[in-house]
């Protein structure tokens, strides 16, 4: 069982829980193992054992706890399970402020099973899942409304930066693949790989997602780039 994917689902609707169950445990390497009604009681069954979970699959608008307070919680544990938003576009000031709060992507509830399933594999082999157009259409809409009081901080962080891992910040920022990254900079791509890790290290991000948020939140990439 070390090879199978241990999932938790966090959703208030129970049709909803029993309709991503019905795929996910048809799934050899995933099982569901825990549910939950919100997003207190999620926190609630992993705080004793958050080795447990291996993703947390939660969503955003629910009772007591929402998704965006319990992914902050979540990330907090020691070990931290991966957790996969998911959610609509009519709520993507949350999705925003749920990646902040350490969650290592999103992904729409009507995406279907099979980039569902892409999406959970990835996020447990340590990578994010930020769709380069569908980031675009969210920071579109909260970038806009985002405070600028730490914008300053933010940007100061970045003098760490050599002018290459710089621009590729960018490029990850603007949604591109590393294979379009490699093209783009004329690059190989296991240099780019490299230079990512080294831009995780300096800035200390933990994935993909805070790089991207990271460059909104510093002017190194704007809604339209």
């Known amino acids: 069982m070390t090879d199978t994917i241990r999932l938790m689902l966090v959703d208030d609707q129970q049709m909803v829980r029993a309709g991503f169950r019905m795929v996910l445990?048809?799934?050899?390497?995933?099982?569901?193992?825990?549910?939950?009604?919100?997003?207190q009681e999620a926190v609630d069954l992993l705080r004793p054992a958050p080795d447990a979970v291996d993703v947390v699959l939660m969503d955003v608008r629910m009772p007591r706890l929402d998704g965006v307070a319990a992914t902050e919680q979540?990330?907090?544990l020691d070990p931290a399970p991966r957790v996969l938003v998911l959610t609509t576009f009519d709520l993507d000031e949350y999705v925003f402020a749920a990646l902040r709060a350490g969650a290592s992507g999103f992904l729409l509830k009507d995406a279907g099973p099979e980039e569902l399933l892409l999406a959970i594999r990835a996020i447990h082999a340590g990578d994010s899942v930020v769709a380069p157009s569908a980031t675009r259409r969210l920071l579109e809409q909260?970038?806009?409304?985002?405070?600028?009081?730490?914008?300053?901080?933010?940007?100061?962080?970045?003098?760490v930066l050599t002018p290459r891992e710089r621009e590729v910040l960018v490029a990850v920022g603007r949604g591109l693949s590393n294979g379009?990254?490699?093209s783009e900079l004329f690059l190989a791509e296991p240099t780019v790989k490299t230079h990512i890790g080294r831009i995780?290290?300096?800035?200390?991000?933990?994935?993909?997602?805070?790089?991207?948020?990271?460059?909104?939140?510093?002017?190194?990439v704007r809604v339209g780039d």
Do not use: W
């Open 200 to 220: 995780l290290a300096k800035l200390d991000l933990r994935d993909r997602v805070q790089m991207v948020v990271l460059c909104y939140e510093t002017g190194l």
């Open 74 to 76: 979540v990330s907090a």
């Open 180 to 182: 379009e990254i490699a």
């Open 142 to 159: 909260v970038v806009p409304t985002l405070p600028s009081a730490e914008a300053a901080d933010r940007t100061a962080r970045l003098d």
């Open 25 to 39: 445990d048809a799934q050899r390497d995933m099982a569901v193992v825990a549910e939950a009604g919100d997003g």
